[in-house]
C-alpha cells in the first residue's frame, strides 16, 4: 500500500486495470497435483505472475518430541520465497513475514485436517515461491491444500485461497503486483467452501465497512472459481493414478531394462 506515482492510473476511463482486467477478474489460475515424486504429496499453482510449489510430508512422528500432542496431529507449514523470485533479490532464510505467512496458512488448514485421526504426529507443508507478483500467500494456501489432498490426508475439505482490495477507490478481487504496492486496501481470505467457513482472514490498508463487505464477497467469489480448479487438478490426478500413467505424465520416462 501506498502513494500512487502520478502517471500510474490503476483504473482507466473504461473501468479497467493496468492488466486490462474488470475489478471482478481474476489473474488465470492453473494448478497441477502430484508434481513432485519424493513428497507425499505436492501441487504447483501458476496464479497470474506467481508460481508457487507446495510439498507435504506426513503424517509422520513428530520432532522435537515435546511439541507432540497426544490427541492431535500438528500442521507445519514453512512457506519460503526464493530469493530469485522477485526484482529485488531476496535475502534467503526465514524473516518476520514468512514467518506469519506459514503461521496462518498453517492455522488455516488445522482447520480442514481430521488432525485427531493422527495424534502425535506432525504433518509437514512446505511452500515455496518460486516467482512472486503479490497474492502468494493465496498461492501458497491454495497450493498446500491441493497438496494435502494429492497426499492423501483427510480433510473435511479443500481450502480456496483468493484476495480482494481497494485500488482507486475501486473493490477490485486478486490484485497484481502495482495494485499491491499502490492500492488502498488488501485482504487476503482463505474459505472453505463446503461448510461456508473462513480460515484466513487479513487485512492491510482502508476501507469503509460497505467496501470491506464488498470485497470479502468478492473475495469468496473468487475463491469459488478457485476451489472448482484445485477440484479439477485432483480429478486429473486421480485419472493419471489410476490409467498407471504416472511416470510418462510427470515427464520422467520410465528406465530402461539393460542399461
Ligand atoms: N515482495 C517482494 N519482496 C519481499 C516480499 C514481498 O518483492 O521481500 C513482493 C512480492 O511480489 C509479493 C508482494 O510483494 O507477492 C506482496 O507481498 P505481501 O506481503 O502483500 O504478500 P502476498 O501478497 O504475496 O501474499
Not at 475501486?170 to 473462513?198: H, M, S, W
Amino acid at each position: 500500500m501506498g502513494g500512487t506515482p502520478t502517471d500510474l492510473k490503476l483504473i482507466d476511463e473504461n473501468g479497467r486495470r493496468l492488466d486490462g482486467r474488470l475489478p471482478d477478474e481474476m489473474r488465470p489460475l492453473k494448478i497441477e497435483a502430484g508434481v513432485l515424486s519424493r513428497a507425499d504429496g505436492s501441487a504447483y499453482v501458476e496464479w497470474g505472475l506467481n508460481k508457487v510449489m507446495a510439498a507435504v510430508y506426513g503424517p509422520r512422528e513428530c520432532h522435537p518430541r515435546h511439541l507432540q500432542n497426544p490427541e492431535r496431529a500438528l500442521v507445519q507449514c514453512n512457506y519460503n520465497m526464493a530469493s530469485f523470485s522477485v526484482d529485488d533479490r531476496k535475502r534467503p532464510g526465514p524473516d518476520r513475514r514468512s514467518h506469519e505467512i506459514s503461521k496462518i496458512i498453517s492455522e488455516a488448514l488445522t482447520h480442514v485436517v481430521f488432525t485427531e485421526y493422527f495424534p502425535r504426529t506432525s504433518i509437514d507443508v512446505y511452500i515455496e515461491v518460486l516467482q512472486a507478483n503479490a497474492g502468494t500467500r493465496c498461492a501458497g494456501l491454495t497450493a498446500a491444500s491441493v497438496a494435502l489432498a494429492d497426499a492423501g490426508v483427510p480433510m473435511r475439505d479443500l481450502v480456496a485461497s483468493c484476495a480482494a482490495g481497494k485500488v482507486a477507490d475501486t473493490v477490485v478481487v486478486d490484485l497484481a503486483k502495482e495494485e499491491d504496492n499502490f492500492g488502498q486496501a488488501d485482504i487476503p481470505l482463505g474459505y472453505v467452501p463446503r461448510t461456508g467457513e473462513i480460515v484466513l482472514l487479513q487485512m492491510d490498508g482502508d476501507l469503509t465497512s460497505d467496501q470491506f463487505n464488498k470485497g470479502i464477497s468478492m473475495a469468496m467469489e473468487g475463491c469459488k472459481k478457485v476451489y472448482e480448479v484445485q477440484r479439477d487438478a485432483l480429478k486429473r490426478r486421480y485419472e493419471v493414478r489410476s490409467a498407471g500413467t504416472e511416470l510418462e505424465v510427470l515427464g520422467a520416462a520410465p528406465a530402461k531394462e539393460g542399461m
